[in-house]
């Protein structure tokens, strides 16, 4: 089979064997692959820190038929975030970024648009004043890209449109808010404050308007429990990295 050139973000990697390692890649072209890397171990490496955790590199891939790995045969550092060495906040946010990539997407899954929103994620994590929002708002990108974002103006169960000015039912379970007739009997339901689906819409929208709104310390708590209990609800438990996180 032909070799496969893709752009990768290293999501995790495994020793193996005395001086080989298996690389799991989130590729912006060929989805999550995990690969040998023959001889990654080794201190004059092939792949001269082209294997780090939470860089970018160009990688070459070569397929193996049926059950066997994928051989890595090339991977050339790209771009490292230097934030992440000197940052722990920042280190522990491109964790729980590694974990959503590989637990939330499927194998040989492509989604350039959240390989691009996890480049510049991870690019701008040393930032401590946006990086909550940052985070957030990758959060929001996965569930789009992946088709679990939450309805914010619609009912989740029957579709018709829901009045979001006052305090709405929200389904964690069935994917958004409720109206009043199909709330009762709907599984995992929290009531939330209107500037809570306001500011989810605004942190999952594009444009600027994100850095701009107003977050309180209480109600950004109540974005991230939200947020953070469709993710779990998804991946059918709660993120290993969370209590880094300080959620
Ligand atoms: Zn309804």
Known sequence: MPANRSLAIVVRTVDVFET??????????????????KGGRRLKSPFQGGLDLLGVSDIVLLPKASEALDLLTEAAPLERFACLRRDLAALYAGYYIAELLTDLTDYHDPHPKLFDAARITLRHLGDASLRTRRVLRFELACLRELGHMPTLDRCAHCGEPVDVREAVAFGLATGGVLCPVCRPGQPHVVTLPARTIEAVRVLASPGSDWREIELAGSSLASIRQTVGAVISHVLGHRP???????V
């Open 240 to 246: 290993r990295v969370w209590p880094l996180l300080g």
């Open 20 to 37: 080989s390692l298996v690389a799991t890649l989130f590729t912006r072209e060929l989805g999550k692959v995990s690969a040998l890397a």
